[in-house]
């Protein structure tokens, strides 16, 4: 599935750009038209794509979990690199420098991934971890949700038992956004928009693709040298470009229904998981051009550039007072890239991979003819 990796990079760089583009005035107006497929809505992606690998790589008919094993693997992968980036943020904060909470009951709930779930500190010290703080909670519901999809009988059963608590999550955040919203405005939206609970409708989905595919993966794969299927390549393009026009025009679309639709908690997941579905199975020239070497990298690190972003990008304007943000726009965001780029490549070379080698080998079971655990 490495054609897979270089979307996260793709995905992570949108973050990057929406974040920057708040304090680029420039960007910002170029950008606007098409702000709302940037940030939260790639977060979203990422959900699904996380479920749709997890349950590709662990799901074995039959077989539990190794729950233990399991979130070992899970805080080796994640927590190094978000604690870097929480004690980093939380430096720059004590210096002045930034404007997020981080009093003490921040950083404890921040260090303990469970920020996410208070509307007062969603977004405190490194506000993109809201999103890893709700990642803790699906991985730590993940081998009993597997479990439960395993004993259902048949990936029909799979199949529709998903898509009812889809509809039915999407139907409770419609509800809640309409009530709430009118009471609170402040707590509705940070409880509605980064709550655990509002978006692991997605990773759900994204589960119940990785299961369908890995279960029926000899009928749906393609072989290295075969031509591109017409099915793959419709699903590959009109995907994202229905996902696309659906978050462009929800304006128009809640007018029409009466509804207020948003589209970051869940309701493209099943536009995403398509996606990631077709193009897991490709065996075309476009997978062979994504498993490439420099852009898998991109992919490996991309991680460390979605939690290390703001923090580079706050010392980068203490650093550079007379050139950011404004000033020169290119020229800082193309500094800023490189700088970022630099640093999320040194986190994944000389700390994730060393780390993740090292939880492997400590738990893995050598009489495990399965092998040892996967990393990602």
Known sequence: MQQLTFTRFVAAMSVVVFHWSLHTPGLLEAT????????????????????????????????????????????????????LGLIWMAALLHAGIGDTRHDAPALLLGALMLQAWSPAFALSVNAPAWSLSAEAFFYLLFPWAL???????????????????????????????????????????????????????????????????????????????????????????????????????????????????TPTNGLLAPLFALFIAALSIDGSALSTLLRQAPLVLLGHISYAIYILHIPVSWSLRSALPDMFPVSHPVATFAIYVVALLAVSYASFRWMETPLRSAARRHLSRPADSRGPVPGS
């Not at 809505?41 to 799901?59: C, E, K, N, Q, R």
């Not at 805080?75 to 190094?80: E, G, L, S, T």
């Not at 139907?171 to 509705?188: E, K, T």
């Open 32 to 83: 606007r038209d098409f702000r709302v497929l940037l940030g939260q809505t790639m977060v979203s992606y990422f959900f699904v794509l996380s479920g749709f690998i997890m349950a590709s790589v662990y799901d074995r008919p039959g077989t539990k979990v190794d729950a233990w094993r399991y979130w070992g693997m899970r805080v080796a992968r994640i927590y190094p690199v978000y604690l």
């Open 147 to 261: 479990l439960a999809m395993d004993r259902m009988r048949g990936s029909a059963m799979v199949f529709v038992a998903t898509a009812i608590v889809w509809l039915l999550s999407l139907a409770a955040h419609l509800w809640a956004l309409s009530r709430l919203f009118g009471n609170d405005p402040v707590v509705g939206h940070e409880f509605l928009y980064y709550n655990p609970l509002m978006h692991f409708n997605s990773f759900l989905v994204g589960m119940c693709a990785g299961m369908l595919v890995k279960r029926h993966l000899g009928v749906l794969r393609t072989g290295p040298g075969a031509s591109f299927p017409l099915a793959t390549i419709v699903v590959l393009v009109l995907s994202p470009v229905l996902a696309a026009a659906i978050a462009l025009n929800l304006d128009a679309i809640n007018a029409w229904t009466r509804l207020p639709f």
